[in-house]
């Protein structure tokens, strides 16, 4: 069956953004490409079981085609909606988690503001600042990020993702001993922090490429040598990365290129390896249902809820180890029962309307109504 595909435009946030959506049956996959001003600025598939999809004929195709298309759609007005729901309350970590949620799906002028908007209500949430840096270097200003950065870096000389991050920004600015020594620093604050350790190997390899700025660098023959005995390290770091034929194979794929010279392709097996490690898509599932539960009614809708639930639970299967998850996993389980204990509130108000002679019923909705408030006060503090 031959590929399929839907376009159209959405206004959101006094933009316009052109979404196209194309079937692919072959793959199983569905593909959709977020443009703005001609450029693609986010890409997201679904995947379809082979074996479910084989039975589908052209229009359920068609349909789920459709249906994919129209909640990517729904998804962009929605996070404007949300962004204007914030920008009329005073929290910062709102802005924050906004601002990323922005950033992950490359609408990094409006992550930026975002980020600012964090830091004016907030001048000591330190994470803006680090996020606010990843935003600048993601729009090519440079000089911007490293300010930002090292402003951070003053405020919190302990946060390891500062000095990395700054180091990426000295890195961008072809400034590579400068790079060297904020992942230097980053790595006396966590010996094992693998991102600062490739990091460092990629301002090495791009130094080998530059023809200037390499003042204080070691000749290009004792920087592979480094960059070797670096990727040693990494590996040893991390069980994973041998266990896990995903790691495995690009770290043999890696060290190879490094060894014949292919640059630019070690740096993009780099960038793959990294971006296994970041887990964005898990940020965004995180970050994002905070952000609707708070602001998009997410936390009255069950269906919504649900959909939450299956995805975190299979991210917390997959990741176990990711605290964050579980974290979050706690959250909605704990929405989940505030939604459950006020059904179960309005069921013993119902039976007493019902028959008001039924004490049990009425003993049991004033026990729940008005010893009911601590937990209610409980899941707004947890959450905020």
């Known amino acids: 069956m031959e590929a399929m595909g839907i376009n159209s435009n959405v206004h959101a946030g006094g933009k316009i953004f052109h979404i196209q959506t194309a079937a ?18 986010m890409v997201q598939k679904k995947n379809v079981d082979a074996s479910r999809m084989k039975d589908w004929d052209k229009d359920k195709i068609k349909d789920f085609l459709n249906e994919f298309h129209q909640e990517i759609a729904w998804e962009i007005e929605l996070l404007f909606f949300i962004r204007d ?55 090519g200003d440079h000089t911007k990020a490293i300010e930002i ?4 870096c003053e405020m919190e000389p302990q946060f390891a993702d500062l000095k990395n991050n700054l180091g990426m920004a000295y890195s961008k600015a072809c400034m590579f001993t400068h790079a060297l020594s904020a992942y ?24 080998n490429m ?26 040893a770091s991390n069980p994973d990365f041998t266990n896990f034929r995903f790691y495995s194979f690009r770290f043999e794929k890696l060290i190879k290129q490094i060894e014949s010279g292919e640059t630019i392709q070690a740096i993009e097996t780099i960038n793959e390896i990294k971006d296994a490690i970041g887990k964005p898509n898990l940020d ?40 964050d998850l579980h974290n979050s996993l ?29 004490k049990s019923a009425y003993k049991n909705f004033r026990l729940v109504h008005n010893d009911g408030r601590e937990f209610l006060n409980l899941l707004r503090a947890i959450i905020k």
Request: aromatic share 10%; proline share 4%.
């Open 330 to 358: 706690g959250l909605l389980f704990l929405i989940q029962c505030r939604n459950l204990f006020l059904k179960a509130m309005m069921q013993f108000k119902k039976a007493y309307e019902i028959n008001p002679s039924y």
């Open 284 to 323: 965004e599932i995180m970050h994002g249902f905070y952000l609707k539960f708070l602001f998009g009614g997410a936390g009255k809708n069950e269906s919504i809820l649900e959909q939450y639930r299956i995805k975190l639970e299979k991210a917390v299967e997959t990741n176990p180890n990711y605290a």
């Open 210 to 235: 530059a023809k200037t700025n390499t003042e204080g660098l070691p000749p290009v023959a004792a920087r592979k040598a480094t960059i070797l005995h670096v990727l040693e390290k990494v590996i």
């Open 184 to 207: 230097e620093a980053a790595l006396a604050i966590n010996p094992k922090y693998a991102e600062a350790h490739l990091n460092s190997v990629i301002t090495l390899l791009e130094s």
């Open 24 to 41: 692919d049956p072959a793959r199983s996959m569905f593909q959709a490409e977020i443009f703005e001003k001609g450029r693609v600025i």
């Open 85 to 139: 729901k914030i920008k009329t309350i005073k929290h910062a970590v709102s802005h924050n988690k906004m601002g990323l949620i922005f950033l992950r799906k490359g609408m990094v002028e409006e992550a930026i503001v975002e980020f600012e908007n964090a830091i004016e209500k907030n001048p000591g949430l330190v994470e803006s600042y680090n996020n606010l840096g990843l935003a600048y270097m993601q729009s």
């Open 149 to 152: 950065l090292q402003k951070g």
